[in-house]
Structure formats: C-alpha cells, structure tokens
Nanobody, 128 residues
Framework: VQLQASGGGLVNSGGSLRLSCAAS????????IGWFRQAPGKEREGVSC????????YYLDSAKGRFTISRDDDKSTVYLQMNSLEPEDTAVYYC??????????????????????WGQGTLVTVSS
C-alpha cells in the first residue's frame, strides 16, 4: 500500500497548484482519501478529505472556496486543486488513505496514527 504525492512547488500569492496523490498496490475505491498539511512549528491539520461512498467532502474553513478535492478511482488518483494561494498555505502537504471513516472524521480525528496509509509529502511554498 503506497501513496505518492506530487505537484508541490513555489508559487506567488494568488497563484494555483494542483496536487496529485497516486495509489499503488491497492484500489482507492475502498478508501476515504484526505490531504493534510504541516507548516513549520505547527501541528498537522486536515485540509480536505473525500469519501469513497458518496463523494462527500470536508474542507478546512480557510480552504473553502479556494481548494477543490476530487478523485478518479479508475486512475487510482486523488487531486487537490488549490487556487488563490496565500503565504499561510505554505506547508508540506500529505495525502492519506483510510477505511471505515467519513471525510469529516478523517480530517478532524486526532488519531492520525490510526490512518491506514500516508504519502511522503510534497512541499508547497507561497511567496508574498
């Protein structure tokens, strides 16, 4: 079970990036997929998650209206389109996969150690 996150980079404030999370060794069909981020000196936080059952989604308040999560189970890939990026979005972004949960519960749970799989992270840097 492996997740590979990509798409990070350096972008100016107001710019856009699209992150991708590709799964190998398992089908995303059975998993809730989430994007988390961790900025220097801060705790990891759930940015956006998407359910596998009804495509329901969760967004961090600061991400609402700017970020869009989507999944393509046939390609075993989940995307996070990030628009209107702000310096406060600078962080390492991780994707994760978990079963038996909901998009909201996955994002808000403090038990990150129980999540089934994590990707390696991709750095997003937004310059002001």
């Amino acid at each position: 079970v492996q997740l590979q996150a990509s798409g990070g980079g350096l972008v100016n404030s107001g710019g856009s990036l699209r992150l991708s999370c590709a799964a190998s060794g398992f089908s995303l069909y059975y998993y809730v997929i989430g994007w988390f981020r961790q900025a220097p000196g801060k705790e990891r936080e759930g940015v956006s998650c998407i359910s596998n059952s009804d495509d329901s989604t969760y967004y961090l308040d600061s991400a609402k209206g700017r970020f869009t999560i989507s999944r393509d189970d046939d390609k075993s890939t989940v995307y996070l389109q990030m628009n209107s990026l702000e310096p406060e979005d600078t962080a390492v972004y991780y994707c994760a996969a978990d079963r038996g949960t909901t998009a909201r519960d996955m994002a808000l749970s403090s038990r990150r150690d129980l999540i089934d799989a994590w990707g390696q992270g991709t750095l997003v840097t937004v310059s002001s």
